[in-house]
């Protein structure tokens, strides 16, 4: 079982950017691909991007593709999501996932694992 905190979150200008983390408990953190998913109000958890056990292969949302960055450090237990180039349409509660999968996925439901969340607040 691994339990998932994220932080990093906060208000920031439209074209600003933010690095969110996410500390993962448990010796095994190395055998998870780990997601990051977001949710707005009043709308559905969407996938952002999600990274192998390795942090040599991911995959991205189109929305976010080319302005967000996500990395793991395996020696931290803990992964990353670099979002540069903020927008309004960015602001949402942000949440880092693991699964167990042996392939990166961007389903909902093949995540086991979710952190509580952190607030990514956009200014225009």
């Known amino acids: 079982q691994v339990q998932l905190a994220e932080s990093g979150g906060g208000l920031v200008q439209a074209g600003g950017s933010l690095r969110l983390s996410c500390a993962a408990s448990?010796?095994?953190?190395?055998?998870?691909?780990m997601g990051w998913f977001r949710q707005a109000p009043g709308k559905e958890r969407e996938f952002v991007s999600t990274?192998?056990?390795?942090?040599?292969?991911?995959d991205y949302a189109v929305s976010v593709k080319g302005r967000f960055t996500i990395s793991r450090d395996n020696a931290k237990n803990t992964v990353y999501l670099q979002m540069n180039s903020l927008k309004p349409d960015d602001a949402a509660v942000y949440y880092c996932?693991?699964?167990?999968?042996?392939?990166?996925?961007?389903?909902?439901?093949?995540?086991?694992?979710w952190g509580q969340g952190t607030q990514v607040t956009v200014s225009s």
């Open positions: 990274i192998n056990w390795s942090g040599d292969s991911t």
């Open positions: 996932a693991a699964t167990l999968s042996s392939v990166k996925t961007s389903r909902l439901r093949d995540y086991d694992y």
């Open positions: 448990g010796r095994t953190f190395s055998h998870y691909v």
